[in-house]
């Protein structure tokens, strides 16, 4: 291994020098702002077109359109990058607020052009397709369209969207203000502590079973006592969600977040067909597992727990150079890409105190430039992590060459290349792992999020169809949410979990965000579409590179059915597609059930 020394703090200066003091953010967050203004009246005097002749304009306003936003987003991460290395800088949050502000302005505007636009005669729009320099927009141009043919008058849809605010995303707004202010009392290690609801969750992976159960005990009870509160936020959110849906003439709940997916209700069902199929082998792990924690059963309380810990132990510079390795075996490409971002210092992986957990990886649209955000201390799994957002960098990467209205990824497929990068590093750190134990903790690891894909997310689903559809008949109390949550619970994991955790209803926040309906079944897709890549590039090594970014490439700019077709020659509205990511899962639970038996 060569020796190198990469650096461990990023570069932000190359954007704005300065921090959140920097002059040259002000003074471009000001140009932004001035800059938008005029947009924002350009788009206001837009009247919907009746000539072909337009198309210039109407590109042209585009083009304005997206820069500005570019604008917007550049500044956006950077305030992101300093909140997060360090939580303490005040004017960083200030600066948020003001970015915020900018994007909303952006957003309703640029919402009410695309409105306009989409009312255009089929004849001129048709046109305006054979253009050449909107032609390669076709697919969002007739998304635009469609969505606004679905929806109700532009006057009434401005009605809605401004009757949210306090309507809707206030329940949401609502749900954050009392969760934030919950403390749960907790004794660890014989020391009494005082700790928020996610800092308590955070010890449900507690070694000690005991640590688990008081922990799970104290969360539910604490849940059960706001229940009441959790069951008018949720289902006030839910019922303003049913109401517009009603008036649009949507009966489906799931039309909505299907459509942002980009995706059918039948790719949805085979999905879950195949998954709900395939179960055994993971209810035969969770069995295993309680069989090495001293367990007939396991509790709620004891699936994040580990029953191995993984004791390799990596420096930055090696955590790095295994990585590159790694992705070397299948894209050069990505590993040269890699490279650079870790001599150039675009990855912030210090370990000092100060600095927001987890990880992330943003984009600087102005730069063409990513960063990455997480802390390294060393741990196979924070080289996974690594893997992971590198992977969401590359991705940003491939795009480059196209549109950035074709750039535009939803959910369910933007964590393909990240999945990708981590199973590549996840596989490779299994197979180069030393002792039986090491190896143990590693496929336990991964059989861990197997699980949470195929049955914590399958309840997640479960429970929140079928509460919907009980809402659309009224308002579904605390009680009754309970029974829904065990019920789903059960189901998803083949009542091979003794307990079930009730209040989970109220204790997932995913349930209570209202940007995004639906915030689950996008994951499981990802997951296993990602696996099914990963399964072709394990069969044809380098030579998928190309592929490979061709596919992603194409992310944003077709349904995932098309996607799927096209890069792949899979129909995914057939189970037999699904079976494959999971079939690589289940070899996982062979391994892990050979080497811990007895
Ligand atoms: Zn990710």
Known sequence: MTKTSYPVVWDLDVFFKGGSESEELRR???????????????????????????????????EEGTDI???????????????????????????????????????????????????????????????????????VLNEWRDAAQEQLSEDEEALISSLSVDGYHAWGQMYNTIVGGMTVNVTVDGEEKELS??????????????????????????????????ANTLNH??????????????????????????????????????ITKHKQPFVDFLYRKAELLGKDKLEWYDLGAPTQENSQKLSYDEGAQFILKH???????????????????????????????????????????????????????????????????????????????????????????????????????????????????LLEDKLQRSVA?????????????????????????????????????????????????????????HFHITGVPFYNFPYTFGYLFSLSIYAKALEEGTNYEDQYIALLQDTARMSVEDLAMKHLGEDITKEAFWEKGIELCKKDVTEYLELTSK
Request: some cysteine; hydrophobic content about 35%.
């Open 69 to 139: 936003s570019h604008h917007i987003r550049q500044a956006g991460a950077f305030i992101s990058c300093l909140e997060a290395q360090d939580m303490s800088d005040h004017k960083a949050s200030t600066l948020r607020s003001e970015v915020t502000e900018l994007s909303a302005t952006y957003g309703a505007a640029f919402n009410s052009f695309k409105q306009k636009l989409a009312q255009t005669d089929e004849n001129v729009w048709q046109g305006f397709l054979e253009h050449d320099k909107l032609s390669e927009l076709t697919f």
């Open 197 to 230: 609801v996610g800092q308590a969750n955070n010890l449900l992976s507690h070694e000690n079973p005991e640590v688990r159960k008081q922990v799970y005990d104290k969360l539910e009870a604490a849940w059960k006592e706001k229940e009441s509160l959790f």
């Open 237 to 274: 959110l839910a019922g303003f969600r049913l109401n517009v849906y009603k008036k649009r003439g949507w009966d489906n709940v799931l039309k909505e977040p299907l459509d942002i997916n980009r995706m059918q209700q039948d790719t949805l069902d085979a999905m879950w067909g195949a």
């Open 327 to 441: 992705f070397e075996e299948f894209s050069p490409k990505m590993a040269d890409f890699s490279k650079t971002a870790f001599e150039d210092g675009w990855i912030e992986a210090e370990d000092r105190s100060g600095k927001r957990p987890g990880g992330f990886c943003t984009g600087f649209p102005l730069s063409e430039q990513s960063r990455i955000f997480m802390t390294y201390s060393g741990s196979m799994s924070n080289v996974a992590t690594l893997a992971h957002e590198l992977g969401h960098a590359y991705h940003s990467y491939a795009l480059k060459p196209v549109h950035p209205l074709n750039r535009r990824y939803a959910m369910n497929v933007a964590e393909t290349a990240s999945t990708f990068a981590e199973m590549i590093v996840a596989d490779a750190a299994v197979k180069a792992t030393e002792t039986k134990e090491d190896q143990i903790a």
């Open 28 to 62: 471009h967050l000001d140009e932004t702002k001035e800059r938008l203004a005029s947009l924002a009246e350009k788009f206001n005097q837009f009247e919907t077109p009746t000539s072909v002749d337009q198309a210039e304009a109407v590109s042209s306003l585009i």
């Open 453 to 509: 894909f195929f049955m914590n997310i399958h309840s997640r689903f479960l429970f929140e169809t079928r509460f919907y559809e009980e809402r659309k008949n009224g308002f579904v109390p605390a009680s009754r949410l309970n029974e829904l949550t065990d019920e789903a619970q059960r189901e998803a994991y083949c009542d091979a979990v003794n307990s079930t955790s009730s209040s989970y209803w109220s204790n997932k926040l």
